[in-house]
């Protein structure tokens, strides 16, 4: 019983927060001022419509949406032919390839950030879907091939070597043949990078000053700090929970799977 | 089979090798160089200082303000989230539901924690002091990161909230690959659950808490996001949640000295690749195989 209390305790720690930021959503400015534990009188759904046009929201979120899913699209497709290639050809220069990708895991992002600014700036990309894509995608490949590189050394040859005898190219055997048979190794990266890509904060940051094209936890934080010039309470936690809700409706939806993705990525 | 093998292999890494090599690794060999420079980004030309931005660290009061609270992080966060996920995932045995609703806030984005409990902490609205109201604790009521004394440590609550659970998984995952005759035996010798605990469970699932302790202590090091949203300045009051990650970010893009920020970039990954090398050493034992 004392077990299930202290349990239950850091359930409660976890959840009130959040629970909490769901009600404020609903509630004016002053009830949320007057007491931060009724109920709201009635909801306020206009919080939540003011967020989502005036605030942006909606609009960080689809600038969110399209460079997280074209990011990983690109992250999936280069890590899993990468790491493919390294793992099963024989070729001069492929243990080198590997260590110096894998190097890229050491390092903290804080030591490129200088000079990824200038390199992004040079390339006129500052500030553009397509320069934070090619980012995203860049710093998640090293973790990407690290871990399919071990999931096609474990797949068995024989496979590929049918398929070669039957005549099939080496880029037909990596798509139709070797690609189906990683795919647990690829949902699990592929979680746990989407999961990484849309919670990125630091480089939105630095390389996307344009507030029409800020991602959604970077608008968001930008929206809290510039709170105090022109406050409005009530549509900050509205904004905080849409921002919330999508992970909160994927993790409903397929917690098994991502609490196995993120963790087995921790182990390897 | 041989036949096309370079031609696909070109075609196949041409493309990631590209991306890495024009965005990972050219920054982070520009960043070695830069780091003794003045280069201020405007002007052409940056002049070779030697070491004198390294020099510069050490009488930068921000700096050494920084280094002291990422080394009180280090000090406190990974091990106040070990203990606290070690704790609950012997206790979630058997009781999953706990551990999907622990698990969560690590699939919030830093960003949004730091906003959320920015809300938490504050003074009149805020969760924090709205419930020692309601407990009749009004006393203990504080304007949480505006006192110096306490400001960091509201940081690291955050920290440790959001991490927790994910340990938790972890932990969990390690603890059920151990055989229960194993724990059956020991329960048949008389022994108590604390000594279970200590002598069976925890030397078969160190290899995860090894983990756990480098992935925190990088973290620890870091903690940029939270200090840049939740607190006043960001790094205030009088510099009591500075960060090293902070004085960068500032020295770079707000004062435009390149040059020194790369400086500081060097030492934080310095300290990164110690930390981990000495973690790595200092939790070096012999593995406990299972035959």
């Known amino acids: ?52 046009s005036q605030a942006s929201i909606g609009k960080y979120l689809f600038n969110t949406v399209i460079v997280v899913g074209l990011a990983l699209v690109l992250t999936m497709l280069l890590g899993s032919l990468m790491a493919y290639c390294l793992a099963r050809y024989e070729f001069p220069g492929n243990r080198t390839i590997y260590y110096t990708l894998v190097a890229g895991m050491l390092f903290p992002v804080f030591l490129a950030l200088v ?14 879907y397509h320069g934070l894509i090619l980012v995203y995608a860049a710093y998640a490949l090293p973790f990407t091939v690290f871990f399919l590189h071990a999931f096609f050394r474990s ?8 398929a070669f005898l039957d005549g099939a190219s080496h880029a037909g055997v990596f798509f139709r043949v070797m690609l189906p048979m990683a795919r647990p190794g690829l949902v699990s990266v592929g979680i746990f990078n989407l999961l990484g890509l849309w919670n990125q904060y630091l480089l939105p940051l630095v390389l996307n000053p344009d507030p029409d094209r800020y991602v959604l936890a970077q608008g968001l934080a930008a929206l809290a700090v510039s709170q105090g010039y022109r406050s409005d309470w009530s549509g900050l936690f509205a904004g905080l929970v849409i921002a919330i809700l999508p992970v909160l409706i994927g993790y409903v939806l397929f917690q098994r799977q991502i609490r196995a993705g993120l963790t087995a990525g921790a182990v390897k | 089979m041989r036949h096309g093998k370079y031609r696909f292999l070109v075609g196949a890494m041409a493309a990631p090798l590209a991306l890495y090599a024009i965005f990972v690794i050219s920054p982070y060999v520009q960043a070695f160089y830069l780091a003794f420079t003045d280069w201020n980004g405007i002007s052409n030309e940056a002049n070779p200082v030697g070491l004198a931005n390294f020099t510069k660290l050490w009488s930068d009061p921000l700096f050494l303000a920084a280094l002291r609270n990422n080394g009180l992080l280090l000090l406190v966060v990974p091990l106040a989230t070990i203990v606290l996920a070690l704790f609950f995932s012997a206790a979630t045995r058997g009781t999953r539901v706990y551990r999907v609703v622990y698990f969560f806030p690590q699939l919030l984005s830093v960003a949004i924690i730091a906003v959320l409990w920015q809300f938490v902490y504050t003074p009149n609205s805020g969760l924090l002091n709205g419930f020692l109201n309601a407990v009749g604790l009004s006393s203990w009521k504080q304007s949480w990161l505006a006192e110096p004394d306490l400001a960091l440590w509201c940081v690291m609550a955050a920290m440790i909230w959001s991490a927790v659970g994910f ?25 108590s659950s604390g000594a279970i605990f200590r002598r069976i469970t925890l030397p078969l699932i160190f290899e995860s808490v090894q983990v756990a302790f480098i992935y925190l202590g990088i973290a620890a090091l870091d903690g940029f996001a939270l200090v840049q949203i939740m607190t006043v300045g960001p790094g205030g009051p009088d510099n009591s949640t500075e960060v090293m990650g902070l004085g960068l ?39 406990v195989e299972l035959a």
């Open chain 1, 1 to 52: 019983m004392k077990k299930h209390f202290v349990l239950t305790i850091w359930a409660a720690v976890v959840t009130l927060p959040l629970v909490w930021a769901v009600v404020s959503s609903f509630k004016t400015d002053a009830e949320i001022f007057d007491s931060p534990w009724s109920l709201p009188a009635s909801p306020q759904w206009n919080n939540w419509s003011r967020a989502w």
């Open chain 1, 115 to 128: 000079p990824l600014f200038f390199v992004v700036d040079n390339l006129g990309m500052l500030g553009t």
């Open chain 1, 155 to 162: 797949l068995p040859t024989a496979v590929a070597e049918a």
């Open chain 2, 167 to 191: 340990y938790v998984v972890l932990f969990s995952a390690a603890m059920e690959s151990i055989p229960v005759e194993l724990m059956e035996a020991a329960l048949i010798d008389g022994a």
């Open chain 2, 249 to 287: 970010w500032r020295n770079a893009f707000t004062y435009g000295k390149f040059g020194y920020a790369s400086a500081m970039g060097v030492a934080m990954f310095l300290l990164t690749l110690s930390l981990a090398a000495l973690l790595l050493r200092a939790t070096r034992r012999e593995q």
